[in-house]
């Protein structure tokens, strides 16, 4: 059977919240089959624990900000993506703060920490949501849908009057059958423009951003003096929020998400409305990775 993973080892890493910009140490732990993600504050009197569960999330500003008793965690949404690409179905994730770290702005750091705890299957059937019929919710001219597909594929496409996004790229499907999760997505960065920053930081958002973790435009230009990782950088990076959003279902997918102008509040409004439709996902494993979906087979052979 196709079984659930979890990480072999802990490992520890430390780093600035993008919003918070507190120096936050996180340190990642396996867990025992069927626990899912939980994040846990051990900052706190009595530590907290909070599942990665999309009824959870309860701020949407800029990030996917988990809510519990009052208890929050900031910007789960990048070591979720990174999560869901390397098949890692239980794991802890200790937090002395209120955020996750931001590490370089994009997935890779926390697909590394992953690769080096190792990932090992656990004696447990993995279990997938399989999409049955389409979802679709609406915000104005933002869009975000689920429809049936027998794999895990995501299409994307943002709108901005820039020029330097207005070249790169707007629009991106992958389907992770045929792409690797992290050669084509993990290093894509977050990004922003220098003139938000000042509004964002009166705020309280984006108080530890900078060139460093994030990509950051003028009205004209990049202003990294290492310029893109990826001509298309802008959008992967909406993919890669995507993946990080959509494992809050707390199980992989099997579905064609599809989306435009898509955040991370109109991904959690998509995820509610599937979760309320029990007629439109089912629970299913395989037996073996000759029987699941060509996207699902790629992943046991990349990870297994």
Same mark, same amino acid.
């Given at each position: 059977m196709l079984r659930q993973r979890s990480l072999k080892s802990l490992i520890r890493a430390t780093g600035i919240g993008l919003h918070t910009g507190r120096k936050v140490a996180m340190t990642l732990r396996p867990a025992q089959p069927d626990t899912g993600i939980v994040f846990r504050r051990v900052d706190l009197a009595v530590p907290a624990d909070i599942p990665a569960r999309a009824h959870l999330v309860g701020e949407t500003r800029l990030c996917s900000c988990l *809510?519990? +008793?009052?208890?929050? =965690?900031?910007?789960? @949404?990048? &070591?979720?993506? #990174?999560?869901?690409?390397?098949?890692?179905?239980?794991?802890?994730?200790?937090?002395?703060?209120?955020?996750?770290?931001?590490?370089?702005?994009?997935?890779?750091?926390?697909?590394?920490?992953?690769?080096?705890?190792?990932?090992?299957?656990?004696?447990?059937?993995?279990?997938?949501?399989?999409?049955?019929?389409?979802?679709?919710?609406?915000?104005?001219?933002?869009?975000?849908?689920?429809?049936?597909?027998?794999?895990?594929?995501?299409?994307?496409?943002?709108?901005?009057?820039?020029?330097?996004?207005?070249k790169s790229g707007s629009a991106l499907t992958v389907d992770f059958a045929e792409t690797s999760y992290l050669k084509e997505v993990a290093r894509a960065r977050t990004y922003g423009f220098m003139q938000d920053v000042e509004q964002l930081r009166e705020s309280g958002l984006a108080l530890g951003g900078?060139?460093?973790?994030?990509? *950051?435009? +003028?009205?004209?230009? =990049?202003?990294?003096? @290492?310029? &893109?990782?990826? #001509?298309?950088?802008?959008?992967?990076?909406?993919?890669?929020?995507?993946?990080?959003?959509?494992?809050?279902?707390?199980?992989?997918?099997?579905?064609?998400?599809?989306?435009?102008?898509s955040g991370h509040a109109l991904n959690n409004r998509l995820l509610r409305a599937l979760a309320s439709d029990p007629a439109a996902v089912e629970i299913v494993t395989f037996d073996s990775a000759e029987q699941a979906p060509s996207g699902v087979a790629r992943l046991v052979s990349q990870f297994g």
């Open positions: *809510v519990k +008793d009052d208890v929050k =965690v900031y910007t789960v @949404e990048h &070591l979720m993506s #990174a999560l869901s690409g390397l098949g890692v179905d239980n794991a802890y994730v200790d937090l002395d703060g209120p955020e996750v770290p931001i590490m370089d702005g994009s997935a890779a750091p926390f697909a590394l920490l992953l690769q080096q705890a190792g990932i090992e299957p656990q004696n447990a059937p993995k279990r997938f949501l399989r999409v049955l019929r389409s979802i679709e919710v609406r915000d104005g001219d933002k869009t975000a849908r689920l429809d049936p597909y027998e794999g895990f594929k995501l299409t994307f496409s943002i709108a901005y009057d820039h020029p330097v996004i207005e900078g060139l460093d973790n994030a990509v *950051v435009l +003028d009205e004209y230009r =990049v202003l990294n003096a @290492e310029g &893109l990782r990826f #001509a298309d950088e802008f959008i992967r990076h909406k993919l890669l929020d995507a993946v990080g959003d959509l494992y809050l279902l707390g199980k992989p997918l099997l579905a064609a998400f599809c989306a435009h102008k």
